[in-house]
């Protein structure tokens, strides 16, 4: 049976309407499946950006605390060496003061002989030469003169030995100096410095810890004494 026009074109038209909604449905299939696979990536994209990120402000977190830590150690440890200066300082006045008070020692012609026959003496002991000249304050030449048969006698006692002593008239300790004695041998070339300050700064040396620990207490990081 023979199609007519009306029929022919009928179909064309509903041939057409399957092949446009086929169309649409393929197309509103792959729209679907590009915002699909957009919002996946674009998910991906923003979580790839959120870690640097977080990296980023982990990093600047802990370089921050590094420097937290350095400056508060540089303030701890400039805070110590200022109580370290303070103490020295203190200490230092100490010893000044010990000094201007060895002058008083001086001031008892008794005691003072008695010293200097000491001093001169121990020197003596470590020199153990025959002839030792004495450098003593032009001061104290007198009280030194007045030593000196007692100091050669107690040598001889001690090392069965004589020595000759000859005070230095020419070149005396300075004024200024608290007193004691310089004990020079083979012309000069040994030296032994027995003179007040000398004797404190010895002195000083072996107690600065004691006066520390007397001064400030034990410091409780330290396992052993000076």
Known sequence: MALSDADVQKQIKHMMAFIEQEANEKAEEIDAK??????????????????????YYERKEKQVELQKKIQSSNMLNQARLQVLKV??????????????R?????????????LLHSLILQGLLQLLETNVVLRVREVDVGLVKSVIEGVQQKYN?????????????ESYLPPDMCGGVELLALKGKIKIANTLESRLDLLAQQMVPEIRTSLFGRNPNRKFAD
Do not use: C, W
């Open 102 to 114: 060895l002058g008083e020692v001086t001031r008892n012609p008794a005691q003072y002989s008695r």
């Open 157 to 169: 006692e001690a090392t069965q030995k004589t020595v000759n002593l000859k005070i230095d008239t």
């Open 87 to 100: 103490r020295e300082d203190h200490i230092g006045r100490v010893l000044d003061e010990a000094r201007k």
């Open 34 to 55: 590009a915002e699909e696979e957009f919002n996946i990536e674009k998910g991906r994209l923003v979580q790839q950006q959120r870690l640097k990120i977080m990296e």
